[in-house]
Antibody, heavy 124, light 107 residues
């Protein structure tokens, strides 16, 4: 079974650092792009960025560039999302999701597998 | 960047009603559009891709249409389990922008 297993809920203080994880299984992790998606309380889905585990090629949404860092360790099939200094406004649910590939062109397409999400709460 | 605009933001309909949600792209995205369903408190789930191709396991009462800039998601006969927020997403290129969502409730 293809799945993405995310790390558990986090409660942090403003200014603290954090790294959350997303471990893939049931497929060749290094050959499928992974996106991170933010959902603030009561709000919609926001695409944050995408990373290719094969070579760590990363593209950030302009809204999140410089605010977070995406990385992978393909040896353990795990993608990461990290903050160096959290703010209260980072309080949200964070999902990782795998992108499929177009069978003909090989282009990155929609998100076909989602992790269950990691809740991040930042509060003093 | 291409903007994705959904309408309405919310709707209330009766069981068995036909429900239509619209998604508009600010530029041509061909048919590179996906729809996701997010039930309350749950993980988003892929409903449809390539604007009109149903993901495996999704009930046939869901259908999609459109190309270019204008797209629709239709539920032919609304069921209680369809209470959810529905999001469109473009995937023709970076960024993979979502629409703001349409919340569907039962009247």
């Amino acid at each position: 079974e293809v799945q993405l297993v995310q790390s558990g809920a986090e409660v942090k203080k403003p200014g603290e650092s954090l790294k959350i994880s997303c471990k893939g299984s049931g497929y060749t992790f290094s050959t499928y792009w992974i996106s991170w998606v933010r959902q603030m309380p009561g709000k919609g889905l926001e695409w944050m960025g995408i990373i290719y585990p094969g070579d760590s090629d990363t593209k950030y949404s302009p809204s999140f560039e410089g605010q977070v860092t995406m990385s992978v360790d393909k040896s353990i099939s795990t993608a990461y999302l990290q903050w160096s200094s959290l703010k209260a406004s980072d309080t949200a649910m964070y999902y990782c999701a795998r992108h499929g590939r177009d069978g003909i062109t090989g282009h990155v397409v929609y998100m076909d597998v989602w992790g269950k999400g990691t809740t991040v709460t930042v509060s003093s | 960047d291409i903007q994705m605009t959904q309408s309405p933001s919310s709707l209330s309909a009766s069981i068995g009603d036909r429900v239509t949600i619209t998604c508009r792209a600010s530029q041509d995205i061909s048919n590179k559009l996906a729809w996701y369903q997010q039930r309350p408190g749950k993980v988003p789930n892929l409903l449809m891709y390539a604007a009109s191709t149903l993901q495996s396991g999704v009930p046939s009462r869901f259908s999609g249409s459109g190309s270019g800039t204008d797209f629709t998601l239709t539920i032919s006969s609304l069921q209680p389990e369809d209470v959810a927020t529905y999001y469109c997403q473009k995937y023709n290129n970076n960024p993979w922008t979502f629409g703001q969502g349409t919340e569907v409730e039962i009247k």
